[in-house]
């Protein structure tokens, strides 16, 4: 069971709804025994660019500088900057990692894009073998905590602002999913900061009852990379499709097969019966 | 006809694929006889996080403060600080804006998406009243310019990555298009840096010949404002859905209505036949 927690927190303002969540992720994960370590972004002056200046030491190539190169050989090396060594420290400890943020433009604010594209540097969270159901933090959790602006329906699959579970998929796919996390369903606030304070108050609640139970949860399914055909362009195995082309429903939301979108397929655990998590393989499909 | 344009670009190095791309659209766009600027990211030391010193002058509400709510009122007092104040200059005066980068984690780099969360603030880039269709940059066009580290396989419907139409809905949808402008399809460079000299050089080639044509092309097409129902949640009119019962696909990625995906809905313009771009009204649905 996990008992280590990094939360990874996003916010200017200690008086913001999203301080509030994070408030309570560690006062009630506290009190179940964990420990809990958080990195507050804005607080620490997080720096949000990927720069030469990450590596001490020598470039290997200072001409053509290429970020996920040098950072490999340095993090090799031992010669990444301080606090990239100190928050990949932290997510090597982890057991579940929570990134409380109130989500800008349909994804994370520049300061916590800055802390994927720094911390998860190649060598550290990912290598051209380690990757998706195969990757490196395949014994860790992490989830997505955030506030919108837009009302739930305006993410609706008929919404203005389209399927939530579409804007969700680069974020839950593309960076948690393929350093290996067990991707735990999102936890959403819609729009509190035009909600009343009973309706604030109760999102909170919920939040809380659900930390309760968190560590035993079922991750989000991903297609898990055996079916994938990697001598291919990693494209899904003919036997893969054949096994799926009955079915109602695309495998994810990125592998759709020109079908409809599993309904909330980045939403809610268990949605997709037809094949299991992360670690599943081909022959449930 | 589109005449200024403006190159936001994000990568650290002169030696890049990317700094190519950038310079060949300068090279080409300026014998055609466009104004071309170029903010240089990097190169400015773009500051990317947001933060409260982004706003002179006193806040309206230190201890609790709102991004967006602050700079609003800085945008309309006049006290927003000077390097955002200068490239809503830029954006102001430009016909075309292209976003040149080096996709890192499925989205752009920090220091870009630092540009869109404080570039674009409320009030001068959207307002509850003026988004997407009807957005305030409604007469100006801007693109994706980019390149990927995978194989295009890999971001293929049936590729591990998952649709490269779904990894760009944010990004198009919930950040261009939202702000109204008219979304050119995305140049994508599939994984140059693995590329041999030659294919390096055709990609670039292609990217020159396609900016003869660039200021003429046709739009992607997403579902116009009206079709929503701002009553109900900006949800799809009920006519609209109607309307759209018996088609094969969905309206966009994001607006799927539990049918498959527009093939390429988000990469190229013109596939969904059955409705027109930004200005289309419901009866084309």
Redesign the interface.
């Known amino acids: 069971m996990a008992s280590r927690v990094l939360i990874v927190y996003a916010h ?2 200690s ?2 709804f999203s301080a509030a969540a994070k408030d309570a992720a560690v006062e009630v994960l506290k009190s179940q025994g964990c420990t809990v370590e958080v990195s507050d972004l ?1 607080d620490m002056n ?1 720096k ?5 200046e990450d590596i001490t030491g020598e470039l290997k190539n200072p ?6 190169e040098e950072t490999k050989l340095a993090w090799e090396e031992g010669r990444l900057c301080a606090d990239l060594t100190e928050e990949q420290r932290k997510v090597k400890e982890a057991d579940l990692i929570i990134f409380q943020f109130p989500m ?8 916590l ?2 802390w ?3 911390v ?1 540097t190649l060598g550290f969270a990912y290598t051209q073998e380690k990757r ?1 159901s195969q990757g490196i933090f395949e014994n860790k959790k992490a989830m997505l905590s955030f506030t919108t ?1 837009s ?4 993410f ?8 939530m579970n ?2 969700l ?3 839950q ?3 948690l999913h ?1 350093c290996g996390f067990q991707v735990l369903a999102p936890q959403i606030f819609w729009a509190p ?1 035009e909600a009343p304070p009973e309706s604030r108050s109760s999102m909170l609640e919920a939040w809380r009852v659900r930390m309760q139970g968190l560590l035993k949860e079922e991750p989000l399914s991903f ?1 898990p ?1 055996c079916c ?1 055909d990697s001598e ?5 195995k003919p036997e893969a ?1 054949q096994k799926h082309a009955n079915r109602d429903f695309g495998l ?10 599993p ?1 909330n397929n980045q939403m809610k655990a268990g949605v997709n019966g037809c094949h299991g998590s992360n670690g599943s393989c081909i022959k449930d499909l």
Chains 1, 2 share one sequence.
């Open positions: 200017q303002s008086g913001s804005y997080f949000a660019t990927a720069t030469a001409e053509h500088f290429r970020y996920a800008y433009w349909f994804s994370v604010p520049a300061i894009k800055g994927f594209d720094r998860l998706y602006g009302q739930e329906t305006m609706s699959p008929n919404g203005i602002n389209g399927d579409v804007t998929w680069p974020l796919n593309g960076i393929y900061a297609t990379m994938f291919k362009g990693f494209q899904l499709v994810t939301v990125g592998i759709h097969l020109g079908k409809p979108l309904p």
